[in-house]
């Protein structure tokens, strides 16, 4: 798992890749569930007695050494889908990563709802769903099943609204 943690006005990348990567530098750490609800912390050899409150949809706060931390979680995964806005308004859906078509669910005109599967991406051997990041129109699709595509490439466009059929 890749996060963005964003804090006190900092951003810290965070990455569990057998350990714990904070900005490119390797940490062991563990966490064990503790009574009452808190949590054991270990980084490096150093112990927190730690307890997690979440307050909103990503958003906990922290109780560590006698103080609160607020912290932002955000996937770098999800933010990876590269979700840009061009001038008409149409969000382009470009690749998280480079990988292969395997499957397309939607046609252009389709309408599909923020959160509705896209496609499925073969990547490092394992399938990627592609969510709908708004509720919309597919204007275009601009891959096929099968085809290889790089980290970044447009695969489709999706015109926001509403579905007036409905």
């Known amino acids: 798992m890749r996060w963005l943690a964003l804090t006190g006005g900092k951003e810290f990348r965070v990455e569990d890749d057998g350990g714990i990567r904070l900005n490119g530098r390797m940490h062991t750490a563990t966490l064990s569930r ?20 979440k307050t909103g949809e990503n958003i906990f706060d922290i109780w560590i050494k006698h103080g ?66 708004v509720s919309g129109t597919v204007k275009s699709v601009d891959v096929k099943s099968r085809m290889t595509v790089d980290k970044g490439q447009k695969m489709l466009v999706i015109e926001p609204g509403i579905d007036h059929d409905r």
């Not at 503790?34 to 409150?53: I, S």
């Open 34 to 53: 503790m009574p009452a609800g808190y949590q054991r912390l270990v980084v490096d050899g150093k112990v927190f007695n730690v307890f997690c409150r």
């Open 68 to 133: 609160i931390i607020t912290v932002e979680l955000q996937d770098l995964r999800r933010q990876l889908l590269q979700v840009s806005k061009k001038t008409s308004g149409s969000v382009v859906v470009k690749a998280p990563m480079p990988g292969l078509i395997a499957t397309i669910e939607v046609s252009p005109g389709d309408f599909v709802e923020k959160g509705a599967g896209l496609l499925i991406l073969e990547a490092m051997k394992m399938e990627n769903e592609i969510r709908s990041p």
